[in-house]
């Protein structure tokens, strides 16, 4: 605690006691629930509501987590985008599995995933970094992303070099270290806050180990005790 600064312990927040979670009021499937709640997440104004915490870890176990921006979700998962060489990128190709986490706390709501790590094909890698603003595309050229460099001076030139590089290219290419990772989920948890900390917490678990292409496999709904 610093000044009038309040110690962590201290801070809370009551969650609305007429908001609820039943299993009636799921959808048939994980996916077209988490359509639902991703419109309502965009419909109430959350700054960068596809933003999600992304957990990994390495080939000894050791885990890190971070904040990215989801790109594109279907019946086979959650799609990011990222250079393959950062540490993210890195973790994903040494230990196939991840965490998402989706942090809708103004509307005292989160979506948990859990599951498997696989690539993106090229093809709608290279559709997607087409999308990118100009900038954005070139700053996937210059940044070497999670390695040491000296200083700021570092990145900028990198980003000269790249627009240099490119400047006579109408459509700069997606570099062959970037591309797509899609986490196809083994869990698809929807918490919902409530009073007195007995949130309601409905978890989708796929119990068919080898989803199709199109994920296939069967799911069953179960409860979690908060």
Do not use: C
Request: hydrophobic letters at 40%.
């Amino acid at each position: 605690m610093t000044g009038d600064t309040p110690g962590p312990a201290g801070m809370r927040n009551e969650y609305a006691a007429d908001l609820g979670l039943s299993e009636a009021d799921l959808a048939a499937d994980w996916h077209a629930q988490f359509a639902r709640w991703f419109a309502d997440a965009v419909a109430s104004g959350l700054p960068e509501p596809n933003a999600m915490v992304l957990g990994t870890a390495d080939a000894a176990g050791r885990p890190s987590g971070r904040t990215v921006l989801l790109k594109g979700y279907d019946p086979r998962g959650f799609v990011l985008f990222t250079n393959h060489g950062s540490r993210k990128g890195a973790e994903a190709l040494a230990n196939p599995y991840a965490s998402l986490v989706f942090p809708w706390f103004p509307i005292q709501r989160q979506v948990v995933v859990a599951g498997r790590i696989e690539p993106v094909d090229r093809v709608e890698t290279e559709a997607y970094f087409a999308s990118r603003p100009r900038g954005s595309q070139l700053g996937a050229w210059a940044s070497e992303q999670s390695r040491v460099i000296g200083d700021r001076a570092v990145l900028d030139a990198g980003y000269r070099a790249a627009a240099e590089r490119f400047a006579d290219v109408d459509r700069v290419p997606a570099p062959p270290h970037w591309g797509g990772l899609r986490v196809r989920p083994e869990t698809v948890e929807f918490w919902q806050g409530r009073a007195s900390r007995l949130h309601d917490r409905l978890r989708f678990r796929r119990t068919a180990p080898d989803p199709g292409p199109a994920d296939d496999g069967r799911w069953v709904v179960e409860r979690l005790a908060p």
